[in-house]
């Protein structure tokens, strides 16, 4: 088996996903010595380490089994099975299920994020003020999260779409606690809906610091009061002070609720209303009235959402900051906060 050149063998059809200009960059998530193409593999050129890692429909998939929920083996049986299953004739669902289905599509919305657009706005100005071309990692962009169309109409940013499932717009799979790349690689990196969803953000958010370069800019989107969701798949929440005091080692630019009280509210009353039942299909009749008579709290959140109550009572914080050196003390998150119980 012969041995070529990573940047050049990198640069070949087989990543086709991923910008060509971030190829060069990845690095072994074990150990983050340089990476070699071997036919259809990724090799660490580290001859101790020596991790072997596949690359699926043009997708490297750089996971370290050691130190996360997934595993390079279980991930490419699943992607095995999920592309069976998309050949085999699709059955008809019984009368029922058609009936929940249609309930469960023509459902009302109950969430809604009303600061993200704007915030884009924001971050990809800031973004432009630092490079004229900058890159931007996504973590968790196998779909596209709200308000995130901004940055795909921008001929100027390149994004690099990251997940730990094959989506319609992943890139690269690996897990955000070992970001499979050399320091200092991005201008910024987004985080919207993961935080929650990981068993160690603390890590991942040092992760995030390490691949920015020293003027880079993160934006997060995390969730508050939002009941488990994504299943076995959910691990925190993070209070307003709580998030910023996670993103420490980075300057605060703006801060707040992404969703806000009337999205929580809709939220509790529909898993409130759920919780009565064991049964798929009678919580799937739950879930439904639940949005057809809550659906409309999300409008007040127009209102409430940047008033010093939605600080204490939000569904989801955002968080937008620049890289530093000099982190937030704890000594100062007393007088971070800025919700309704001042005084
Ligand atoms: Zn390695």
């Known amino acids: ?97 058609r ?12 969430s809604k ?3 993200a657009k704007e915030n884009y706005h924001k971050f990809s100005e800031h973004l432009l003020g630092i490079s004229d071309q900058p890159a931007v990692l996504v973590v968790g962009g196998s779909v596209p999260g709200q308000g995130i169309e901004l940055l795909y109409n921008n001929p100027h940013i390149t994004l690099v779409e990251s997940d730990v499932v094959f989506g319609p717009r992943t890139m690269i799979f690996f897990d955000a606690h070992d970001i499979p790349f050399i320091d200092k690689t991005f201008d910024g990196v987004i985080i919207q809906a993961v935080l929650e969803h990981v068993v160690d953000p603390y890590r991942c958010v040092d992760e995030i610091h390490r691949v920015l370069n020293d003027r880079g800019f993160v934006y997060a989107e995390t969730a508050f ?76 959140d127009k209102y409430l959402v940047n008033k010093p109550g939605a600080l204490d009572a939000a569904s989801a914080f955002y968080f ?13 998150l007393k007088s971070y906060y800025r919700g309704a119980q001042l005084g």
Request: hydrophobic letters at 35%; proline letters at 4%.
């Open 113 to 115: 994020n009303i600061n």
């Open 320 to 332: 937008m900051g620049q890289k530093t050196e000099l982190p937030l003390q704890d000594n100062e």
């Open 225 to 300: 009061i939002q009941q488990v969701h994504g299943g076995r798949y959910d691990f925190m929440r993070f209070t307003h002070s709580g998030h910023r005091r996670l993103f420490r080692k980075f300057k605060e630019i703006e801060s707040g609720a992404a969703c806000g009280p009337g999205m929580a509210l809709a939220w509790s009353y529909q898993y409130f209303l759920v919780s009565f039942f064991d049964s798929k299909r009678k919580k799937q009749f739950a879930r439904f009235f639940g949005s057809l008579t809550s659906f409309f709290f999300k409008y007040f």
């Open 99 to 110: 009936l929940l289905n249609w309930l469960s599509n023509h459902s009302p919305d109950i």
């Open 1 to 97: 088996m012969e041995k070529t050149n990573s940047s050049e063998e990198m640069s070949s059809a087989l990543i086709s996903k991923l910008p060509e200009n971030i190829r060069k960059n990845l690095r072994c998530p074990y150990c983050r010595a340089a990476l070699e193409q071997v036919n259809h593999h990724l090799h660490c050129s580290d001859s101790i380490c020596s991790a072997v890692f596949p690359i699926i429909d043009g997708i490297p998939v750089l996971l370290n089994d050691q130190n996360s929920l997934f595993s390079t083996n279980t991930t490419i049986r699943q992607h095995k099975v999920t592309k069976l299953l998309q050949r085999q004739p699709q059955i008809q669902p019984g009368l029922v299920n």
